[in-house]
């Protein structure tokens, strides 16, 4: 196990079904129950569709299509922002904050279903926590196109 000393802030842990994955709390803009969302045609069942959120158009990702399962209601749904890119993760629950202590496991790279979600860490625990590398992750996402 490795320690990164330089990590000392907030994550926010979002439940999939028994796995946990964690944001930077710096990132979450809002908690809210799964919005309504305008399915896009032809999109990948990760991609549930945009919604608008205070002016903004938001792509809203499945937490759960992403990990490989099957599409099925999200009540949570994590708003996110990072300089100017905004998008939403919608998950079973967001479960809490807590603080990154710096501790590292080494991971698989096969954690990460069809090469979209990209890991920044992975922390120790029970479960593990994934901790997801959000714009890697969007620009991942961005450049997908159906049939890809």
């Known amino acids: 196990m490795e320690t990164n000393s330089s990590s000392n802030r907030l994550l926010l842990i979002l ?16 908690i809210l129950p799964t919005p309504s969302v305008t399915a896009l045609p032809r999109q990948p069942a990760w991609l549930k569709g945009l919604f608008s959120y205070k002016g903004h158009m ?24 990072w300089e100017d890119t905004w998008m939403a993760l919608t998950a079973d629950s967001a479960e809490a904050v807590m603080q990154d202590d710096g501790q590292r496991m080494p991971y698989d790279p096969a954690l990460v279903c069809a090469g979209l979600m990209q890991l920044e860490c992975v922390l120790p625990g029970e479960p593990a926590v994934l901790v997801l590398d959000l714009p890697k992750t969007y620009d991942r996402a961005a450049q997908f196109s159906p049939g890809s």
């Open 58 to 81: 938001v792509p809203a990702l499945s937490l759960r299509a992403l990990c490989g399962a099957q599409a099925a209601e999200e009540p949570v749904c994590a708003v996110l922002r």
């Open 15 to 30: 439940r999939q079904q028994q796995a946990r994955y964690a944001v930077p709390a710096a990132y979450a803009v809002e």
